[in-house]
């Protein structure tokens, strides 16, 4: 060990070959990379450990300090294109070539830029106080014989802290002592990753008894372990006392974030602080995503810089042509190089970039904040506070991490989804089991029930097992309960699958020791499962100390009788996803020495004994019944130990786990000395039902348009029943099955040789991806083709996803209506995941429950965790949290289609209003030579955006509702539009376009033209200025009026918006023209609005010119309605008498001590009272009431022009427009 106390330091020592290797088991993102070397720890000594320069454990979240807030924070507002853009025209707005001042386009920005940081303020104002009362959290430090409070953030490497019940471990601390007997503490790790199951950590035995500060201050150990690193879940290490080395491993090591639970006080070695605490090496950040819109929005914003130059490039030609000596009568200014008619080259260059800053509001330098501030409000007071989404029975209410997706959740084509906790709810309970050949259990499952569909077979729902005692224990067979197993065919089998299950495992009972009030902290809830049917098969599990299991076994010598049995356990291997099993080592009172290993059947018929083929044949046909029957399968066996056998294994296995290289490796090949030659007890039959609501859910989202794949690592027979239970699957569709299971397969592999495997499949998938292909094009041009649906399993999978047949795997499979993945992995999920968002450009969405859906979640355009029995890891990598799969109903048909629809609407109605108010000024600036003369004041120009339109976008992004919940869920087709992106197409946006161009020509030419003949009450023509303010009046009632056009809901704050914004601009007006102020630019307009106020001509404009103005975009609408409705319009129209009862209710959760139904009930009674009223209704489309009305069954008498309207349509029949034609709608 002298090459380890050569390095005091660590990481900075000489390397060598005792060198930990980096850990690879990683449950939040990626495994980061490590300093070489080792890490040198000095316990209960500052001195020693000050020469190495560990960081401290202070800690801090914030993005930004004092010093580089405003540098940073404008960096990286200054990223978006827009903001660059318009910092540029600041800067020109300064120069001389500007015809406006700098105020124009200054103030927009400033407050953009001014809003824009203070809500990053804000967010790292409140990050910044979470961590100084985190930082400044006392614990019981070590000093000079005495426990004295310290702040966690002077804690450092080496000191020894104690840490009280219910109390946070500051950083990661070695486990040295505690107050229970045997060294042992009760860790709960909610805050790490949301398990809220106990754990069990171990000291080590030599010390126990550093409890008190005299015993421990004697304490002069050495740690040497790994490199501090972002494997949650691993640790390395040794501690040498007395030149004894000690082996540690992550039960010894308690994490920062975890509390301290039934123990009254601990004593710990602080071993990593601050920033390289596991904990906080995982504070990684989740994948930046955006939109699809927004992406979009980026083209668009491209579009308007190309028309701007095209603009500006006409006009600047535009003026070299004008400049001409001969308009001499126009004293130009030749001293400055702009007005030169000798050099009209340089005077088109300058023009342009004054024609740059003139025309720069037509890119809207609020779009970004307005829709962010829509977005966030969307995500935290509409999704956040949606009743419908909220879990009563978990009191989980929906949660969006993010606001930048809302509406990529109205545009999702396809769903890859987990089984386990996603689909299912993952609460296990014990169903059936076989034994020793025979099968026991009598219940019918929720997937037989589902298979029967196939087939057509009527089950009989009496048959679902009644006779369940307590959760997690379904299972009804008299031949096995209250000791009636002795009377079997095969009672010592039973005997040893009940001590299997009561004795292999890691459960934790907690409370007192009777089985009614007894509860059990278990890893998973498979576990738990089983412990529970090992007490109701009379064995039941009590109490476990580090060393010890005691058992209460009935009925096993004599009927009745009860004793209770203790089993030292002498080892525990561990299950891993790479073991896929799980093994006990214990000796019996009478010393016999026996191993239990339950597991995965693949593993444990690897490991069996020769003989007893029967069994093995039985037990095997045993496991794909209960397969079929969607049930979640393992296999129990043992194996007698002798003693020699067994101590020299024994030998083997202390070494490997005090190995400071690869320990898990050499763990793992000592394990699998010993787990061999087992002897089969039988299996064990765990179903985890359907989660409430998930076929009538998926049911929707298919006639939605949406795909749904599911990816498991379930067996392919339980993937496909459980796939049939939700109605994922029917008999309807023509299924595709790529299996590795195959007698061709077995034979390749029974060879041996894995390059001749590889090979051999790899050709096989080819093969049947292609003949899959040719069929499904077949299928695909028939009249009435069936939908299709794609099965593979993980081994196939594999090989179809090499870059040479991926190709062809995606061409296939965008064809099928579902996809079912079987045996997957982690990384599989991630890569079929990226396959389609990437290969087809599609929109998707991957949601699950547990750390192996964090790739996949993380992968999708949209991720969405379920916060559910495996801990919080995918919600903490989702973008939007919810607690149950049906609630995607609510999020993506409901709020994804509002959140779509309202932003297309903001988006493209601030492309509108800008190109209309730019093109004004235009028209202008033909007719003043092209000089770049202004036609409004600066004001007007600068407060357009951020005032006078600002709050009525805002509020149809927030509250326009083309309809109701109800109806969105009741009409899923309706998503399509979404999907299809119908309302933010380029064709969209070029309707948008002409009509700004043609209200623009309106607006300008109408005022100008009315003007010129238009006098004031002094007997004078009116002015630049009066015509501007005329002009600008317009346009701000034109535009405000337009907003109200397309909405499809009015509300209070629809009119008090539209209104209050008319009403500002002529306050505003009245106060600034009417002031006389310094400044000689507001000279211009100067007591103009009372003028222009004075005369009639003010009125007459100011009517009819917005009413020219809109008159094309009513008429187009109403055609449009009419004869080329969009899907919602119908959906209008059928239900157009019916009031909007629902209402997003407002959910107070956790602030109070009612009960989750009280929350609700209170909820329900906060909702407004007030009803929407729908608009968008104003064209009575007579031909739409009576077929509609017919379709619904409701007689409505038929009108003279509905007649006239179908008669008229008979020489030219127009074929039904079947795919955008909603359901029709079923009377209550």
């Known amino acids: 060990m002298a090459g380890w106390r050569g390095s005091r330091g660590g990481g900075d020592g000489t390397p060598s070959d005792d060198r930990i290797a980096s850990s690879q088991t990683v449950r939040l993102g990626k495994v980061q990379p490590q300093a070489p070397g080792h890490r040198t720890v000095f316990c209960n000594d500052r001195e020693a450990n000050s020469l190495a320069k560990y960081k401290g454990n202070s800690v801090s979240t914030t993005k930004y300090d004092v010093f580089t807030f405003l540098p940073k924070g404008l960096f990286e507002q200054f990223r978006r294109v827009a903001n660059l853009y318009f910092l540029m025209i600041s800067i020109l707005s300064c120069t001389p070539v500007s015809p406006v001042s700098p105020i124009t386009n200054v103030l927009p920005l400033s407050l953009v830029l001014l809003v824009s940081l203070v809500k990053e303020a804000w967010e790292d104002w409140k990050r910044f106080q979470n961590d100084m009362s985190i930082n400044n959290s006392n614990v019981e430090v070590l000093q000079d014989w005495n426990w004295v409070p310290t702040p966690w953030k002077k804690l450092q490497v080496g000191d020894i802290i104690r840490v009280n019940q219910d109390g946070f471990f500051p950083a990661d601390l070695m486990f040295l002592a505690s107050t229970n007997p045997d060294g042992v503490c009760y860790v709960e790790t909610a805050n790490l990753d949301g398990e809220t199951n ?87 950040k989740i994948p930046s995503k955006r939109s699809t819109l927004e992406k979009k929005l980026d083209k668009l914003i491209l579009a308007l810089f190309t028309v701007l ?27 400055e190089a702009q007005f030169d008619p000798d050099h009209r080259f340089v005077v088109a260059i300058l023009t342009f970039f004054t024609l740059i800053t003139l025309y720069s509001p037509i890119i809207p330098i609020s779009l970004y904040v307005s829709v962010e501030m829509i ?39 396809y769903i890859f989804s987990d089984k386990t906790g996603t689909l299912t709810r993952n609460l296990m309970e014990f169903f059936k089991c076989s034994i020793g050949g025979e099968v026991y259990g009598t219940g019918v499952s929720e997937t037989e029930i589902g298979a029967a569909q196939r087939t057509g077979v009527k089950v ?11 959760r997690g224990f379904n299972f009804d067979d008299a031949r096995l309960m209250r000791g009636a197993w002795r009377n079997e065919p095969n009672p010592d089998c039973c005997k040893e699958f009940f001590r299997c299950l009561a004795i292999c495992h890691t459960v934790l009972p907690e409370g007192d020791e009777s089985p009614e009030r007894i509860r059990y902290q278990a890893a998973s809830p498979d576990e738990a499962a089983l412990v529970v049917a090992a007490k109701n098969f009379g064995f039941f599990f009590y109490r476990r100390t580090p060393t010890m299991i005691y058992v209460r076994e009935s009925h096993v010598d004599k009927m009745g009788k009860v004793q209770d049995v203790p089993y030292e356990i002498l080892n525990v291997l561990e299950f891993n996803s790479t073991r896929k099993r799980q093994s006990v080592v214990c000796r019996y009172p009478d010393g016999r020495l026996v191993l239990y290993c339950k597991g995965a059947d693949t593993v444990i018929y690897e490991r069996l004994v020769d003989g007893n083929p029967d069994l093995k044949r039985m037990s095997r046909e045993h496991l794909e019944q209960f397969g079929a029957s969607g049930l979640r399968t393992l296999c129990l066996a043992y194996k007698n130990l002798k003693p020699d056998v067994y101590e020299s294994w024994n030998e083997k296995y202390i070494h490997a786990k005090s190995a400071l290289r690869d320990r898990e490796k050499k763990l793992d090949e000592v394990a699998e000395q010993i787990e061999k030659d087992l002897i089969l007890i039988g299996c064990t039959a765990i179903e985890d039902k359907l989660q409430e ?34 109605k994922l699957i029917n008999n309807g569709m023509k299924q595709f099955v790529i299996s590795s299971e195959t007698e061709a397969i077995r034979e390749v592999e029974d060879k041996g040789d894995q390059i001749e495997l590889a090979r051999y499949m790899k050709e096989l998938v080819k093969n049947e991806l292609k003949s899959c292909h040719e069929e499904a094009q077949k299928f695909l041009h028939m009249d009435s083709a069936p939908k299709l649906a794609l099965i593979i399993d993980g ?116 492309f509108y209003k800008n190109l209309t108010f730019t093109l004004t000024q235009f028209w202008f600036t033909f007719e003043t030579g092209f000089s770049g003369q202004r036609l409004y004041d600066d004001w007007f120009q600068s407060l357009y955006n951020v005032i006078f339109t600002a709050l009525p976008v805002i509020i149809i992004g927030l509250f326009d509702k083309d309809v109701s919940a109800n109806l969105s869920k009741k009409y899923p087709e309706l998503y399509k539009e979404g999907i299809r992106n119908a309302f933010f197409k380029w064709r969209v946006v070029a309707t948008w376009a002409f009509f700004a161009i043609y209200q623009s020509l309106v607006l300008y030419y109408f005022v100008v033209a009315s003007s010129k003949r238009a006098i004031n009450s002094s007997g004078k023509l009116f002015g630049l200025w009066d015509v501007s303010t005329m002009a600008f009046t317009c346009v701000i009632v034109t535009v405000n009026l337009r907003l109200l056009m397309m909405c499809n809901t009015l509300t209070r704050w629809h009119h008090i918006s539209v209104g209050g914004s008319i009403l500002f601009w002529f306050i505003f007006v009245f106060i600034y023209s009417g002031v006389a102020l310094p400044n000689k630019e507001q000279e211009n307009i100067y ?30 609408m109403g055609v449009q309605r009419w004869f080329f409705p969009y899907d919602y319009q119908i959906v209008q ?66 009108k003279a022009w509905d007649v006239a309207r179908r008669a008229s349509m008979r020489s030219k029949p127009k074929t039904p427009r079947t795919p955008r034609t909603p359901r029709t709608p079923q009377r209550n």
């Not at 009372?1090 to 009413?1107: A, D, E, G, K």
């Not at 139904?1157 to 009576?1186: C, N, W």
């Open 198 to 284: 106990l754990k069990i950590r171990k000291a080590p035995e030599r010390t126990w008894d550093f409890v008190s500060p005299d015993k421990v201050s004697e304490f002069k150990g050495e740690v040497q372990c790994e490199q501090p690193n972002n494997s949650l879940y691993t640790f390395t290490g040794n501690l040498i006392i007395d030149k004894q080395i000690l082996p540690l491993s992550p039960n010894q090591l308690l994490l920062r974030g975890c509390s301290l639970r039934n123990t009254e006080y601990i004593v710990g070695a602080v071993i990593f602080t601050g920033h390289e605490t596991k904990v906080m090496m995982n504070s990684m």
């Open 309 to 335: 130059f095209c603009m500006c490039l006409l006009g600047s030609i535009g003026s070299g042509v004008f400049i001409n000596s001969k308009y001499h009568y126009l004293r130009f200014d030749t001293s």
């Open 375 to 413: 977005k966030f409000i969307q995500s935290t007071q509409f999704i956040n506070n949606d009743l419908r989404m909220y879990h009563a029975e978990s009191n989980t209410p929906a949660l969006a991490r993010t606001s930048n997706l809302n509406e990529e959740l109205g545009q999702v084509e």
């Open 460 to 470: 009989d729902a009496q048959k679902r097992s009644s006779a369940a005692s307590e």
């Open 693 to 726: 609501g998930v076929p009538a859910c998926i049911e929707t989202l298919s006639r939605a348009g949406i795909k749904i794949w599911v990816l498991t690592g379930d067996k392919m027979e339980t993937a496909i029943n459980i796939a049939y239970a939700c």
């Open 795 to 910: 081994k196939c999978l594999m090989y179809a996803l090499d870059p040479s047949l991926r190709g062809m795997l995606l061409n296939f499979s965008l064809n099928c209506t579902a996809v079912v993945c079987c045996r997957v992995s982690p990384l599989q999920k991630a890569q079929v995941t990226s396959l389609v968002k990437k290969g087809a450009n599609k929109i998707t969405l991957s949601i699950g429950d547990g750390a192996n859906d964090v790739s996949m979640i993380q992968a999708a355009h949209v991720g969405v965790g379920i916060s559910g029995q495996e801990g919080m890891q995918a919600v903490m990598a989702s973008d939007f949290a919810i607690a149950q799969f049906r609630f995607l109903t609510d999020l993506l048909l409901v709020h994804g289609r509002w959140s779509y629809h309202r932003i297309c609407k903001v988006v493209t109605y601030f």
């Open 1087 to 1116: 007591f103009v609005i009372y003028v222009l106020m004075s005369t009639i001509y003010f009125y007459l404009t100011l009517i009819l010119v917005p009413v020219a103005a809109l008159f094309c975009d009513f008429l187009y």
């Open 1133 to 1198: 129209e059928i239900h157009r008498h019916e009031a909007d009862t629902s209402r997003i209710g407002l959910l107070e959760v956790g602030q109070s001590q009612l009960t989750p139904d009280e929350v609700r009930s209170y909820a329900i009674m906060q909702l407004p009272g007030e009803k929407s009223r729908h608009t968008g209704f104003a064209f009575d489309s007579p031909g739409y009431e009576s077929f509609f009305a017919s379709q619904a069954g409701v007689f409505v008498p038929q």
